[in-house]
């Protein structure tokens, strides 16, 4: 998949996946990743699908329906792309988190949603139940930030609450942070996931 990785100062720090909103590239979530954790190693991903020109990560039939069959697909594919790049840049594939906004989000979602152990923290900006009916592997010793907005016009807030309710089901530990904000990524809620990072690491 088309990337970018950057070594960061602090080695003990773990590893933080990008992944974009549609229409984004794996450049977008670097300002956000240097505000929430400025020193540590940074990997931006590119979705591999095109949606009139615009990248994204899976394929949907119209929004906010997902094409069931690409997201696995395309679910496995990114996993396999980590997996490939811990070797290569050799990070601790043990120790990746992730950050998603929107399309991003979801393929996070759906990685936890779908695979055992493939990240281990995780901040979601404006994510979206990815797929129904099927049974979680256990996140325990997850954890997961998710930032969401009280009038976002794509992600009604039962949505949202399904989410955090199906993840805390497989015993992750979530965190939720409610703007009043629709869909766009605000600069409170990633201050808000910043001091969310900093507790974490200073309770480890
Ligand atoms: C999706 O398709 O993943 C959601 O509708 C969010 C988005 O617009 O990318």
Redesign the pocket.
């Known amino acids: 998949m088309k990337h970018i990785y950057q070594a960061g100062k602090d080695k003990n720090a773990p590893t933080f996946v990008l992944l974009h ?2 229409g984004g590239n794996e450049h977008d979530l670097l300002p956000i990743a240097n505000m929430i954790a400025p020193d540590a190693s940074i990997l931006g991903v590119r979705g591999n699908v095109l949606e009139n020109g615009m990248p ?1 990560f899976f394929r ?1 039939l119209a ?2 329906i ?1 094409d069931e069959e690409d997201l696995i697909f395309r679910t496995n594919e990114l996993n396999e792309f980590l997996n490939e790049a811990a070797e290569k840049y050799e990070f601790d594939r043990e120790r990746l988190f992730a950050i998603g906004y ?2 991003g989000a ?1 393929i996070a979602a759906s990685l936890m949603y779908h695979l055992p152990n493939v990240l281990h923290g995780a901040i979601l900006f404006h994510a ?1 139940v990815p797929r129904r009916g099927i049974h979680l592997p256990d996140l325990s010793n997850t954890n997961i930030f998710i930032g969401a907005g009280t009038n976002d016009p ?1 992600i009604p807030q039962q949505e949202t609450k399904e989410l955090i309710e199906t993840l805390r089901n497989a015993n992750a530990i979530v965190e939720e942070h409610w703007g009043h904000a629709g869909h766009q990524l605000t600069r409170d809620e990633v201050e808000k996931a910043r001091e969310w990072y900093i507790r974490l690491t200073e309770s480890k």
Do not use: A, D, L
């Open positions: 909103g549609t994204r949907r929004e906010g997902f929107s399309n979801n979206m794509i």
